[in-house]
């Protein structure tokens, strides 16, 4: 019995793998590459605003280091929507499809924080439980868009502390800036994986449909007005 489920999880982990390495058709590719593009774009303008927070900080320019943890703060949403908008446009698409890709679980060894590893944990849990293919896709779905809303929510807390400068332990607000933004990609490098397997499941006729989905613009997020105690103004 152990040997046979071993076997059937080795054979899982190939067909992943196989799904992400290997090329699209072409009319998959193109829609591939057009909505991946514009995520990365946005995850990295996010990333050169924090590296060079980090950077300024590192030389006591504590100034400009909390104006450009500011400018990653107020860009880090066209990071977070459209990877949300993303999971729940394939979870609503996908209840149409006639297959869905095999996914793996998450791992809490590929995370730093413990939003993303708990996440992480449940969902490896789950994944023990549910042996419906559809069922493990949708729940990891569900999975990664809660927790990249979560971790958006908690970067922009953290940065907004920051940039105000009312953090109340900079060095650890800081690292968890680092944290976050880290467990950040590797959402983003999950969705990138399913949407990828999805596009090599689904069937030809599926993708006009689809794609115009994921070519929508997600709204902005709108934040809650944070209600914050009067503070004197700490160095970062």
């Not at 927070?53 to 107020?74: D, I, N, P, Y």
């Not at 989905?213 to 997600?218: A, D, M, N, V």
Request: proline fraction near 5%.
């Amino acid at each position: 019995m152990f040997a046979r489920r071993k076997s059937s999880s080795s054979s899982t982990r190939r067909r992943v793998s196989f799904s992400w390495f290997s090329s699209l058709p072409r009319d998959k590719s193109r829609v591939f590459d057009s909505i991946v593009a514009r995520w990365e774009s946005s995850y990295a303008i996010v990333s050169i605003a924090l590296q060079d927070a980090f950077t300024f900080r590192s030389r006591g320019q504590l100034v400009c280091a909390r104006q450009q943890v500011g400018v990653a703060c107020e860009l880090m949403w066209r990071v977070s929507r459209p990877l949300v908008f993303c999971c729940e446009t394939l979870t609503t698409s996908g209840r149409h499809f006639p297959e869905v890709p095999i996914v793996d679980p998450l791992k809490t060894e590929f995370f730093r924080g413990d939003t993303a590893q708990s996440a992480a944990s449940w969902n490896g849990i789950l994944h023990t439980v549910l042996f419906a293919q559809r069922s493990r896709f949708f729940h990891k779905l569900r999975i990664l868009s809660e927790t990249v809303d979560r971790l958006d929510n908690e970067f922009f807390e953290a940065a907004s502390d920051i940039s105000d400068g009312v953090a109340t332990d900079p060095n650890t607000t800081w690292g968890r800036l680092d944290s976050l933004h880290f467990d950040l990609s590797t959402c983003l490098r999950e969705i990138e994986i399913i949407l990828k397997s999805v596009l090599h499941a689904l069937p030809s006729e599926f993708i006009p449909a689809l794609s115009a989905e994921l070519e929508k613009t997600p709204a902005p997020k709108v934040r809650p007005l944070r209600v914050r105690p009067r503070a004197v103004r700490i160095s970062a």
